[in-house]
């Protein structure tokens, strides 16, 4: 062969990788996207939900934006990599299920993209209006931080319209103490942030109240309403309770109409899609 | 000390043997009953069976509180003879097979390290094996020199008082292997001078024990397939037993047995019978074929009737009973298999037709109380079973976790599912879920509390089904399952059974579900690893934790106890390294 046809060859072949990254084989392919529904109940919907449509851990894929993925391409990168950072693992790392192949891997995409409803996750609030409530009278960032700016109490939320679907984001904000325990598996290690109310009384009688950051059976690592950390070992305590009972005042409606409510999670989920 | 008690402390103190390897002395501590103290043995140099005779130094250490005996072991055997594995009580310096002996009780007549000085133990060495992911092995220690696996089909000898590696084994692994559950392996069997393990591609492999290099390779069924193995093997007088992964892909499940020195297959029982054979009218048209029934978890051995117990895993698909009508015989099941031939003596079925992915894959342990010959294994499925050996009656079956699928029992006490209990299209919640009451992590029995001991978990699943085509080599399910949508978390345990009545003694709580498995020793201690990562010693009786220390990994191991120089140690595999803890 010689140099140049070895060049040409090469980057024809590159040029078919490439092509094999970029786009879904089996795009729009109905046989394919029902075997992507066997794959992704097997190995996503434990997180992701049946049909996809979020679990208590995983987002809502039904929804046309996502925070992560835009194209296929990027959808097979995060499938096989997993996200840093967050509880999404890298094919076959999770313990739950097997690795797919690559193949298998397009057929869940296609599954994904057969599910999504083009309009859903558009909330019917006003997201600057959100944005004004969650900074000011809703007093959400007392113990929320949003890109970078307010309170340390409670779980930061810049992602969380990324990956929650609407009603859980309404439900966390009228029932907060509801779904404290989203995500308490092995999986959970992943969360250290349970939200969990615990008062502890120390040897010299200070009482102690505030969320986990974490704990383990010995020791306990705990965030007061001030932001101050704690951390404590069991054994010398006087007391130590925990609650199920969020620190998170419930919002009932006369707190915050059903239209702030929207306002807000369109606020948050405008975030989400960023 | 309960009416199920065998072992009453004493032990054959006499010297073992040794081979040509240049000896190092031990002085090892054996349990007595408690409180009594026994005089140290001088020691004497023995003739091995081939009549080298050995060079040994006395070494004889003070131990501390010495409420112990110290024998003097003429030590360094270059062969692990069929015969010490035989009689593995006599050293228990050493820790020669999966469970610790044949009887899987997973404890240790060491009691140096006891209940009274516990609080003192530090970790001694650390070994990073630089692997990702979980580390589910148990390591071997025979003759000063620990054996052990990591995931991606490591294998690696150890010095074992100071964690330095001899030698390290790592086998290429083709690109498109399909472990189901993590990359991961349990351990590995040692006979003569081979140390023998299975790998992610489904060979079995026998390495020389002073060097890692390959002796013999066999393959025992295609990968591509999803055939795989992640268990410990067992050696049995002069084979090598070991079972097949793969319930995940409908692989038509098997135990194989190997000649240790040449590698050649000497049987194989297939846990899903074919044509003309019992059992197969338990499967309805050819769903046969793709079965599942694998044998994923170390299987245990009588001597006495010359019996493996084996236990089985799920029917595949797991999830889903439609296309499969019938018990789907030898899945979920103890198999009583001969030694030599592999022929199935009895089979005990804990849930048939199973469609939770309730695996009963778990160690089934060798008891004897009151002139009976038992086998007690609690089950994925949420009920401790106990069943005469000899006859593979079931004795007694009791729930030692929360549990829904079954609210009666048939005629031999064994619990029946609910119609109610079989999965839906919706899904709907039953207890336990798909990760069962306990799983594959170790329980252990101590013979002096007279306790069986048990990692579990109250947790319930929604199980949920739908149709699957089987494809070679693709993940074969048939279902999916989620966490219940109760609010309240979960709970992980460490629970004591009395295996005589099924009651449970004694729990501690963990923090949330861990998969550690339970070593007991004759130190009045047991011992365990959390989720959070923190290796625990608890006494026997109370489960008091008396220590733990942060390894800064969760633990999906189970720990072993072994002495050297006749110093006594505890290692736990966690995060991704291998710890071991002495006293100061």
């Avoid at chain 1, 113990?143 to 966390?172: F, Q, W, Y």
């Amino acid at each position: 062969m010689s140099r140049q046809s070895w060049v040409v060859g090469f980057v024809l072949l590159m040029t078919a990788i490439c092509v094999a990254e970029d786009q879904n084989p089996l795009a729009n392919d109905p046989k394919a996207a029902k075997a992507g529904e066997y794959e992704f109940r097997i190995n996503c919907a434990l997180c992701h939900g049946l049909g996809a449509r979020g679990g208590g851990r995983g987002p809502d894929l039904t929804r046309a934006q996502k925070k992560h993925t835009h194209s296929d391409a990027d959808m097979f990168q995060v499938i096989s990599n997993g996200i840093p950072g967050t509880a999404m693992p890298a094919n076959g790392t999770n313990g739950q299920g097997v690795g797919m192949t690559d193949t298998e891997i397009w057929q869940i995409i296609t599954y994904i993209r057969s599910q999504e409803v083009k309009s859903s996750g558009k909330a019917t609030g006003d997201p600057a209006r959100g944005k004004q409530l969650f900074f000011g009278d809703g007093n959400c960032s007392l113990c929320h931080m949003v890109d970078g700016k307010g309170g340390r109490l409670g779980p930061d939320l810049t992602g969380v319209g990324g990956s929650r679907t609407r009603e859980a984001i309404v439900d966390s904000i009228r029932n907060p103490s509801r779904r404290l325990a989203w995500g308490l598996t092995e999986g959970s290690k992943e969360f250290p942030q349970e939200y969990e109310t615990v008062t502890a009384v120390t040897a010299d009688g200070k009482q102690i109240k505030g969320v986990t950051l974490n704990e383990d059976s010995f020791t306990v690592q705990i965030m007061d309403a001030g932001e101050h950390i704690h951390l404590l070992e069991k054994d010398q305590l006087k007391s130590f309770q925990k609650s199920r009972e969020s620190m998170m005042p419930k919002y009932d409606p006369d707190v915050l109409s059903d239209k702030e409510v929207d306002d807000i999670v369109a606020f948050l989920i405008s975030l989400g899609a960023k | 000390m309960t009416a199920m008690t065998e072992w009453n402390g004493r032990h054959d103190t006499k010297p073992r043997s040794g081979g040509r390897m240049q000896p190092t002395a031990q002085a090892v501590g054996i349990s007595t009953q408690k409180g009594q103290a026994r005089q140290g043995r001088k020691k004497n140099p023995v003739q091995d069976p081939s009549g080298a005779a050995l060079r040994s130094t006395k070494i004889i250490r003070a131990f501390r509180p010495c409420v112990l005996a110290c024998i003097l072991l003429t030590a360094a055997h270059a062969q692990l003879t069929s015969d010490r594995l035989l009689n593995s009580a006599k050293e228990p310096q050493n820790w020669m097979t999966y469970s610790g002996d044949y009887s899987g009780k997973r404890f240790s007549a060491l009691d140096q390290i006891n209940a009274q000085n516990a609080h003192s133990l530090s970790a001694k060495w650390v070994y990073q094996t630089a692997a990702t992911g979980k580390l589910e092995t148990t390591p071997l220690v025979v003759d000063g020199i620990l054996y052990a696996t990591a995931q991606d089909n490591r294998a690696f000898a150890l010095d074992a008082r100071s964690g330095r590696p001899i030698w390290i084994y790592q086998r290429q692994i083709p690109g498109d292997i399909r472990p189901c559950c993590g990359r991961v392996n349990r351990g590995v069997a040692i006979l003569g001078d081979k140390v023998f393990f299975g790998t992610l591609d489904a060979h079995v492999i026998a390495l020389d024990a002073k060097t890692g290099a390959v002796r013999w390779d066999v393959t025992a069924a295609d990968y591509r397939t999803g055939h795989s193995f992640t268990v410990a093997p067992l050696a049995v007088k002069n084979l090598i037993i070991i079972g097949i992964s793969g319930g995940e892909y409908g692989v038509r499940g098997f135990i194989d047995a190997y000649d240790a020195d040449s590698g050649e297959r000497k049987w194989r029982f297939y846990t899903v019978p074919g044509p003309g054979e019992p059992g197969h009218d338990s499967w309805e048209g050819d769903s046969w074929k793709v079965g599942g029934a694998p044998a994923w978890n170390t299987g245990t051995y009588d001597p006495a009737t010359n019996q493996i117990f084996w236990p089985t895993g799920n029917p595949a698909p797991s999830n889903r009973g439609e296309g499969r009508v019938g018990d789907n015989l030898y899945s979920n099941s103890l198999l009583a298999l001969n030694a030599d031939t592999g022929k199935l003596n009895w089979y005990f079925q804990f849930t048939k037709h199973d469609e939770h992915d309730w695996d009963a894959t778990q160690i089934p342990i060798l008891i004897d109380a009151n002139g009976k010959k038992l086998i007690a294994q609690a089950d994925r499925n949420g009920y401790f079973y106990v069943i005469d050996r000899t006859t593979g009656k079931l004795i007694s079956a009791t729930a030692y976790g929360k549990t829904t699928w079954s609210d009666s029992k048939d005629t031999d006490g064994r619990p029946i599912a609910n119609k109610n209990a079989e999965p839906t299209l919706a899904g709907h919640t039953v207890c336990p879920g798909a990760l069962g009451t306990t799983n594959f992590m170790p329980p252990t029995y101590d013979p002096q509390s007279g306790l069986f001991y048990v990692t579990a978990r109250d947790q319930c699943d929604i199980f949920s089904t739908a149709p699957q085509p089987y494809e070679p080599g693709h993940a074969f399910y048939g279902s999916a399952y989620f966490p219940s949508e109760e609010a309240e978390p979960y709970f992980g345990f460490l629970k004591a059974i009395d295996p005589a009545t099924g009651e449970i003694k004694q729990k501690f709580q963990h923090t949330s579900p861990t998969w550690s498995g339970v070593l007991s020793t004759a130190g009045g201690l047991v011992f365990s690893g959390d989720a959070e990562g923190n290796f625990i010693a608890f006494d026997a009786t109370s489960l008091k934790p008396l220590w733990h220390f942060q390894m800064g990994g969760a633990v999906y191991a189970a720990p072993m106890a072994y002495a050297v120089d006749g110093k006594e140690y505890v290692a736990i595999a966690a995060g991704s390294a291998i710890y071991a803890f002495g006293l100061p």
